[in-house]
Each structure stands twice: as structure tokens, then as C-alpha cells.
């Protein structure tokens, strides 16, 4: 062949692979240009809900990430979100395959984190009829319980405020799931052993602690050239130990006292579904991981509120003395008749979250939202933080904390909606939207309203304006947490009488 037909042949099938490489493009949401091969994998150095705070202010409501080939979508208003993952929930339902959490840490039965598939749908079945509205009335006793060894803490010494939460809603879980004493202290062996645990589920999460998740091949190295696997071995052992201990008092506790225990509940209905011993230990441990630090990072940004907004503290006062009273604390009878209050506990579940941002879907099929196209295998995630400012769902002044957005339109009919009845999304979206979501909103309802009637809250420090120094309540420490950063405070009884109260109650309660 001639070298001008050489080159001409060349050019014509240069252009043709061109023209059907432009044809084919997929649409996929708009999103930053990425490099050969490993795509956006830089811009993971930094925090995650920075970046995607940063891009959700670039792209809008939807954007893309690949990631070494991986997809990734983020949500980033409430149409956006409730469209993909509540309306084609059928599609974006499963969890991204995690090895370390499911092959090495437990047996699979890890309720938040593994793909839908017939396992998760009985454990979350169990799970949901053991956790349901009525249900989490069993609790009430250890909620206030709890609470008044926490106002008794605080008013003693308020230097370990986060640390005393972490300590409150452990100790409930700890009694309520498995009939465990109340916690005295932070070295108690369950506490201790459990915590150990939750930061270990936590660092198989975050990604980039274990290349295994990269290069799945690496599992099958032997353990002498793979020490995290001996690593893991060890936990795992200790791990199953506790919990199946845990798990058998619960059963035996609820069998001895008549009294009623989460463990005791899931066994009964476990048995029926046919799952394994094994499938309810690890299911204990997942929903223990989903159900403490949840609850006391959002306590964490009920005490910041409080403070921010000393406007919104008095006014709450003001209606729980006008209910309730002062002779007696506020009882879930009285929930009904404390609009304002249950509104500043809505509004804090709008405005931050434990996961800000999101806890991710995984996609089984393609779908689409507005001609974009959100492939399968996708990790699809809805980005709390920015939702929280959809201006259109949550009105003008989205991004600030305000109750009586619930009183003024400003949540209209359709977020109504769009979040059942509720005005916020702070419990997820579709199929794996929140299983604990009536435990934990009636923990925040019954412990915030302890809290409110008993103290007054303040910053430790104020400026000399008498102002309040704290925090931005725009930045979030590195990482996932969803919780504030540090700042200290200060609280005092509201009324004298208050103790006497306090007192007569804790006597009242089981121990
Ligand atoms: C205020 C406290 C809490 C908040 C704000 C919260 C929020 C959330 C969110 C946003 C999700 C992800 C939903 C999604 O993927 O669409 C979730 C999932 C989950 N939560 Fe909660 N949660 C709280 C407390 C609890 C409690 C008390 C429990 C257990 C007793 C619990 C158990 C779970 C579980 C097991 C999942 C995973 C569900 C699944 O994948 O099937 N959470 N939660």
C-alpha cells in the first residue's frame, strides 16, 4: 500500500473511532475532569464532606466521581435524592461489597453495610419489628434513667460532656439490647470492649486503611505475608466472644426478670426465619455500632443549638414549664402537647447529621435522574450537608437552624411529602432508610426534654460582649464524624426544686 493511502486509511479510522467513541459517551452527571486511569483519586486527599460541599456548590444537585473505574454519585437536594433512592429504590439498594467488615470482621451479618440479598432482608425485617414504634416504648425507662445520671455528671463536672454522652447512650443500649447493669464507669469491659470494636468497624470503612479493598486478590496471601489478617483473626475472636456473651445474657435476662430485651426479641424471630446464632450476634454488634454514636453526635449538636441559639433554649423552657410544670419531668404523654420543643428536636435532625455525608447506596441496575445516567455498581450517596441548604425543599434560610420553619411555610407541602410527614431526611432514603429511626427519635425527644426542664445551658467561655465562643457550626472535624467541634460547657439547675424531682424520680426507676 502507497503511504499517502497508509495515512488516508489511518485518518478515516482515526476519525470513525472518534465519531463512535463521542456517540457512545455515556451521559453521566456532570462532574471535575479526573486523570488516565486513576480518574479523581487525587481529589479524595481532601475531607469528604468538604469536597463534595465544594462540588455541590460547582455542579448543583447532581454530580459524578470515577475513581479508578469505580462510579460514584452524589445527591445533593432532596428531589434529587428522594427521586433516585426512595422512587427507584429498586435500583439503589445495596451496599457497596466491604471485605474487611464482612469476611474478616463478622460473618457476613452486618446489617447497615451488606448488599440486599435475602440475608439483609430478614435481618432488617427482624430488626424493624423489634425496633418499631410501639416497641420503643419499652425504653422510655432507660432513657430517663439515663438522663438524670447525665444531668447529675454535668452538674458535677461538665468537662467531659462528649465523653459522658458516649457513655449515656451506650449504657441504653447496653441495658435495653442485652439487659446489662447500668454503666458506673468508662473502663467498664463492655464499654471498653464495645468501643474497641466500633473503632475497628470504623477504620475498615474509611477507605484507604486496607489495600485489600483495591486489590481483592490480596485475601488470598497467607497470613504470614499478610499480618493485617492475623490482625483481624485476633479481633475477630475477641470480638464474637463479647457480643455472644452479651447476646446470651440478653436471652437469659428477659427469660429471668419478664423484662423485655432487644437480644430476647431478635432470638425468638430469628429462629423462625431460620437465621443462625452467629447472624444475631453480629446483628446485636451492628445495630449497637448504628445506634450509639448516631444518637450522642446529634446530642452533641443538641448542646451546641442550645447554646448558639439561647433564643430558642428559653423559648422551649417556657412551653415545657406551661405543659408540664415544675413538680414532675416531661413524660412521652406530654410530646404531643410541646409543638415548639418537638419542632427544635426536628429542626436539629434537618440541619446536622451523624453522617454528613450520607451513608452510601450501591446501585444493582442503571437508572437515570433528569438524562443522566447513574450506571451499575455505582456507589450512590446523598450528601446530607448540602441537602440541608436545598433552599426549595427547606426554605430561604435552609442553612440556618430555625424551629419555626415548621410554623411559617417555609417546609411546604411537598417536603412534607417528600419526607413523610416528618420535614427532614435525617433518617436516609428508601429501602435502607434508618432501622432505629423511633428508638432514636424518641431517645432525642425524651433525653432532650429531661435536659431542657432540669438545665440551663451555656458556653463555658464568652467573649467580652458576653457572646458565647464557640465553633463554626460550618466546620466539621477530619474525616466522617458528624459531630461539632470541640468546645466546653456550662450548666446549672434551672429551679432548686428541680433536684428534689430528680431525686424522686431516679428511685422510682429500675436499676
Ligand atoms: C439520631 C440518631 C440516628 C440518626 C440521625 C440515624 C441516621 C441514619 C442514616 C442517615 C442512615 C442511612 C440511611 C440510608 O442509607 O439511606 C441510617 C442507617 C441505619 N441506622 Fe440509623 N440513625 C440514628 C440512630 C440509629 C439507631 C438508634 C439505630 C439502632 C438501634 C440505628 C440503626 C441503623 C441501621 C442498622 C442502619 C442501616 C440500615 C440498612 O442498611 O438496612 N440508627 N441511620
Given at each position: 500500500m502507497s503511504t499517502p493511502l497508509v495515512v488516508g486509511v489511518a485518518f478515516v479510522a482515526i476519525l470513525t473511532w472518534l465519531v463512535v467513541r463521542s456517540s457512545t459517551k455515556k451521559p453521566y452527571p456532570p462532574g471535575p475532569k479526573g486523570y488516565p486511569i486513576i480518574g479523581n483519586l487525587l481529589d479524595l486527599n481532601t475531607d469528604p464532606w468538604r469536597l463534595f460541599a465544594n462540588l455541590a456548590d460547582k455542579y448543583g444537585e447532581i454530580f459524578h466521581l470515577d475513581v479508578v473505574g469505580q462510579h460514584i454519585v452524589v445527591l445533593n437536594s432532596l428531589e434529587a435524592a428522594t427521586e433516585v433512592l426512595d422512587r427507584h429504590s429498586s435500583a439503589t439498594s445495596s451496599r457497596a461489597p466491604n471485605i474487611v467488615l464482612q469476611e474478616y470482621m463478622t460473618n457476613g451479618t452486618t446489617i447497615g453495610f451488606m448488599p440486599y440479598n435475602e440475608t439483609w432482608k430478614k435481618v432488617r425485617r427482624i430488626s424493624h419489628d423489634a425496633l418499631t414504634r410501639v416497641a420503643s416504648v419499652n425504653y422510655d425507662n432507660l432513657r430517663v434513667r439515663e438522663s438524670i445520671v447525665l444531668i447529675d455528671a454535668l452538674l458535677q463536672d461538665s468537662s467531659e460532656w462528649q465523653e459522658q454522652l458516649k457513655k449515656e447512650f451506650a449504657s441504653i443500649t447496653l441495658s435495653g439490647f442485652f439487659g446489662y447493669p447500668a454503666l458506673t464507669s468508662f473502663d467498664d469491659p463492655a464499654f471498653v470492649g464495645i468501643y474497641d470494636f466500633v473503632e475497628r468497624v470504623e477504620k475498615a470503612l474509611t477507605p484507604g486503611n486496607y489495600v485489600v479493598e483495591f486489590?481483592?486478590?490480596?485475601?488470598?496471601?497467607p497470613v504470614s505475608l499478610a499480618k493485617w489478617k492475623g490482625d483481624l483473626n485476633v479481633s475477630h475472636e475477641k470480638d464474637y466472644a463479647l457480643f455472644r456473651q452479651l447476646r446470651d445474657n440478653g436471652v437469659g435476662f428477659a427469660e429471668k426478670s419478664g423484662r423485655n430485651s432487644l437480644a430476647a426479641s431478635l432470638a425468638a424471630d430469628a429462629q423462625k426465619m431460620g437465621l443462625t446464632i452467629d447472624d444475631e450476634v453480629w446483628l446485636l454488634a451492628l445495630l449497637f455500632v448504628g445506634g450509639t454514636d448516631t444518637c450522642s453526635d446529634m446530642m452533641q449538636w443538641f448542646f451546641f443549638t442550645m447554646i448558639a441559639h439561647p433564643d430558642v433554649q428559653r423559648k422551649a423552657q417556657e412551653e415545657l414549664d406551661r405543659v408540664v410544670g415544675r413538680s414532675r419531668t416531661p413524660t412521652r404523654a406530654d410530646l404531643d402537647h410541646l409543638p415548639y420543643f418537638t419542632a427544635v428536636v426536628r429542626e436539629l435532625l434537618r440541619y446536622r447529621s451523624p453522617a454528613p455525608i450520607g451513608m452510601p447506596h450501591y446501585s444493582t441496575e442503571d437508572s437515570w435522574y433528569k438524562g443522566y445516567l447513574i450506571p451499575k455498581n455505582s456507589i450512590v450517596t446523598f450528601n446530607q450537608w448540602a441537602i440541608t441548604h436545598d433552599k426549595e425543599a427547606f426554605?430561604?434560610?435552609?442553612?440556618l437552624f430555625n424551629p419555626d420553619r415548621y410554623f411559617n411555610g417555609s417546609v411546604g407541602s411537598e417536603t412534607l411529602k417528600e419526607t413523610k410527614g416528618t420535614g427532614?431526611?435525617?433518617?436516609?432514603?428508601?429501602?435502607?432508610?434508618?432501622?432505629?429511626r423511633y428508638f432514636a427519635e424518641d431517645s432525642l425527644n425524651l433525653i432532650c426534654a429531661q435536659i431542657l426542664w432540669s438545665l440551663n445551658i451555656e458556653a463555658k467561655h464568652k467573649n467580652e460582649k458576653g457572646e458565647p465562643i464557640l465553633p463554626s457550626p460550618n466546620e466539621l472535624p477530619p474525616g466522617f464524624a458528624g459531630h461539632p467541634l470541640p468546645f466546653e460547657i456550662q450548666v446549672n439547675l434551672r429551679f432548686p426544686d428541680a433536684r428534689v424531682v430528680l431525686d424522686n424520680l431516679k428511685e422510682s426507676l429500675p436499676a
Open positions: 486489590i481483592p486478590f490480596l485475601k488470598y496471601l426554605g430561604e434560610d435552609a442553612a427532614h431526611h435525617g433518617f436516609g432514603f428508601g429501602k435502607r432508610a434508618c432501622v432505629g
